[in-house]
């Protein structure tokens, strides 16, 4: 194993790239997709079954584990790899977004963002400073700088704001970090949907030095035109040796989207939240479990599919168990989604190393577009 973060690019095909990001914790093959585990767990998975959808590395959430159970705690018990069981590589975010969007009672400084708590009301302050230090204290692999970005659409000038502010948390952030062999510490670059703004975020960001850039500040209310439409010139703006991340990205149609502009890491809670709401992702597009259609059809839900929902149960057990609302229901479809996001993400890599990938685009769009098998 590696003993320094590191990252190859092994193959480009147009402004998609495949390749290996090395961590002393395992190797990520990139384009990745990054489960979300926000309260040291992957709702309704055993860390194992995590792993075997092919997973490489997960995602944790600051602002929860330092509400509960707290950093401090996780650290006295070994760190969050040992604490929730799972060896593999762990990125974390800084906090900021989840401060932001999840708390209603919040003051914003030049200093950091003070909150109250929406578990018990207690009064809780994070700045970069504090942030370097829980996620060091969690034992994260990736850090990310702590940063803010105004929901859009928004005024330009506020956007502005922000994204210059962001820039001197990110200063103050590799500062707290320091030097820590075999972790990262990730920039998040802002600036909306203005490619000037975006334009001297990434200068600022490069400036300072980062061992990975995330694109920040999308996926927030602007919708897929216009998502693509900044990705198709901020990546390039980002250091081509370092991982791009897309941070809380997304459908199956927006992950292919955004690898074909260049991005090598995305996490969203999607596939594991549709798992507990009947949302399942297919390669023929989104089946609702609920739908009555289902109740008789003996068929798996995707007969290609190797995950344990398909290999082993019909679409008429699957809708028992939603409508009866039994926990295995959470347990298969989430299985399914994050098998089949992880799947996504093997073709993906794949047709990338063999130069096809304008031709998996093709297919990929194709076979959403027939929809669902008819009904029995
Ligand atoms: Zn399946």
């Known amino acids: 194993m590696a003993e320094r973060f590191n990252f190859h690019v092994n193959s480009r095909d147009g402004m998609a790239r495949q390749g290996v990001i090395s961590t002393p914790r395992g190797d990520i093959r990139t384009p990745a997709f990054m489960p979300v585990g926000t309260a040291a767990t992957v709702k309704a998975m055993m860390p194992e079954s995590v792993a075997a959808t092919g997973a490489d590395?997960?995602?944790?959430?600051?602002?929860?584990?330092?509400?509960?159970?707290?950093?401090?705690?996780?650290?006295?018990?070994?760190?969050?790899?040992?604490?929730?069981?799972?060896?593999?590589?762990?990125?974390?975010?800084?906090?900021?977004?989840?401060?932001?969007?999840?708390?209603?009672?919040?003051?914003?400084?030049?200093q950091g963002v003070k909150f109250k708590s929406h578990i018990d009301g207690s009064e809780h302050m994070l700045t970069p400073e504090r942030s370097m230090e829980i996620q060091r204290l969690l034992g994260s692999d990736i850090v990310?700088?702590?940063?803010?970005?105004?929901?859009?659409?928004?005024?330009?000038?506020?956007?502005?704001?922000?994204?210059?502010?962001?820039?001197?948390?990110?200063?103050?952030?590799?500062?707290?970090?320091?030097?820590?062999?075999g972790h990262a510490l990730f920039g998040i670059q802002q600036g909306g949907v203005t490619r000037d703004l975006r334009a001297e975020s990434a200068e600022k960001l490069r400036?300072?030095?980062?061992?990975?850039?995330?694109?920040?500040?999308?996926?927030?209310?602007?919708?897929?035109?216009?998502?693509?439409?900044?990705?198709?010139?901020?990546?390039?703006?980002?250091?081509?040796?370092?991982?791009?991340?897309?941070?809380?990205?997304?459908?199956?149609?927006?992950?292919?989207?955004?690898?074909?502009?260049g991005i090598d890491m995305m996490d969203c809670v999607l596939p594991s939240r549709s798992g507990r709401t009947g949302q399942v992702f297919t390669r023929r597009g989104v089946v609702n479990i609920k739908n009555a259609r289902h109740q008789d059809d003996p068929r798996p839900l995707d007969e290609t599919c190797a995950c344990p929902a398909c290999r082993g149960y019909s679409r008429a057990y699957l809708h028992h168990v939603f409508r009866a609302q039994e926990i295995i229901s959470s347990m298969l479809l989430t299985w399914h989604n994050l098998h089949y996001y992880q799947e996504l993400m093997q073709g993906i890599r794949e047709a990338i190393a063999a130069g096809r990938f304008e031709a998996f685009q093709a297919d990929f769009h194709a076979q959403r577009a027939e929809g669902d098998i008819a009904p029995l």
């Open 57 to 110: 590395i997960l995602l944790g959430n600051t602002y929860h584990l330092m509400l509960r159970p707290t950093a401090e705690r996780i650290d006295r018990l070994g760190g969050l790899h040992r604490f929730m069981n799972w060896q593999k590589p762990i990125l974390t975010d800084s906090g900021g977004f989840q401060v932001m969007s999840l708390t209603g009672l919040r003051k914003l400084t030049e």
């Open 144 to 181: 990310m700088c702590f940063d803010e970005c105004p929901a859009l659409p928004a005024p330009e000038e506020r956007v502005a704001e922000s994204m210059r502010m962001s820039m001197r948390w990110a200063a103050r952030s590799r500062d707290a970090f320091g030097d820590r062999p």
């Open 207 to 261: 400036a300072i030095g980062f061992d990975g850039y995330a694109v920040g500040g999308l996926a927030v209310g602007e919708g897929q035109e216009a998502m693509f439409g900044v990705l198709d010139y901020a990546t390039d703006m980002l250091p081509e040796d370092k991982p791009r991340y897309l941070m809380g990205v997304g459908k199956p149609d927006d992950i292919v989207g955004a690898v074909a502009r």
